[in-house]
């Protein structure tokens, strides 16, 4: 019986012994997985960064070689004359593809936004006189906006790109859109047209104060020249807008209007002084430019009949 029991007993060590050798011999075999495993990462890793090492390397010697190209380039420069810069004669006062101009110093004193046309001749850039040939001078304009948008000769001095220009006319436009949408919904149609007991004219229309409405409109297209253009320019083409504003835009709206008619012709009469608008002949219809087609053209809230 003690046999039996001591066979069982050493049978059981036997399988015992078995088992934990196999636990042993896996826990190896993982940690044999784990340590190549770390191997092949840290193999890759110095692969990577001898890549590095070597781009690095690379790129020092281009430096080095950059450098010493450059050092080359301004001995070369040191030993030779500074390159004659185009003079007026070479290119004309008014340059093709070029964004600058010439303009002679005797007309600097005479350069005034807002104030008068200068009449240049295109061959010298000094300002023409009653002898230059027909048709060879320029008139250039200081009003800085014209039914065709920007004056390019304001936008040539103030520096502008293409894209700055091209920006401005579509702040303007729009600017100008509003104003005269604001002046159609407000404007009152006087019906039957009441005789003005001071010319005898007929008035046919009315605008009353439109600064409520179009001043919003106009700090919109403010803020929109100082986001294109930058502060110092904005303000400079603002200041002269306004001049322009209150001479051919009848000062925004700031004063109330009235409108009389003369026949074939058109008045207008703001602050107490009658203007004279020359409207078109009856059944034409008026120009893209007439300052007040959108009120009196055909179709307008107070169409000419």
């Known amino acids: 019986m003690n046999r039996l029991l001591l066979l069982f007993l050493a049978a059981g060590v036997s399988a015992a012994a078995a088992c934990w050798q196999q636990q042993s011999i896996n826990s190896v075999r ?5 340590l190549s495993e770390q191997l092949v990462q840290t193999r890759a890793a110095l692969e990577s960064e001898q890549g590095a090492l070597a781009s690095a390397h690379t790129q020092l010697q281009k430096l080095e070689a950059d450098l010493q190209a450059t050092k080359r380039q301004r001995a070369d420069l040191a030993g030779t004359k500074a390159l004659a810069l185009p003079t007026p004669e070479e290119e004309g006062w008014w340059p093709q593809n070029r964004p600058y101009f010439y303009l002679a110093k005797t007309l600097l004193p005479k350069v005034r936004m807002g104030e008068r046309h200068i009449l240049m001749d295109p061959n010298t850039g000094q300002e023409a006189t009653s002898t230059s040939p027909q048709g060879r001078c320029v008139w250039l304009s200081d009003q800085p906006f014209s039914a065709q948008g920007l004056n390019p000769h304001l936008a040539m001095l103030l520096g502008m790109s293409d894209e700055e220009v091209a920006a401005v006319n579509d702040s303007y436009s729009g600017f100008v859109q509003g104003v005269r949408e604001v002046e159609a ?8 047209p009441v005789r003005d007991d001071e010319d005898g004219c007929m008035v046919v229309a009315r605008l009353p104060v439109l600064t409520p409405e179009i001043e919003p409109l106009r700090e919109r297209w403010e803020q929109s020249l100082a986001q ?29 209007r009235e409108f009389l008619r003369n026949g074939n012709n058109l008045w207008l009469r703001l602050g107490g002084l009658n203007i004279h608008f020359r409207g078109p002949t009856y059944g034409l219809v008026p120009t893209q430019d007439w300052q007040y087609g959108h009120l009196f053209g055909p179709g307008a809230p107070c169409e000419l009949q």
Do not use: S
């Open 30 to 34: 993982a940690a044999t997985a784990r």
């Open 185 to 192: 919904a407000r404007v009152q149609r006087v019906e039957p």
């Open 228 to 256: 294109t253009l930058g502060a110092d320019r904005a303000d400079i083409l603002r200041e002269n807008a306004q001049r322009f504003f209150d001479q051919d835009m009848d000062q925004l709206g700031a004063e109330p």
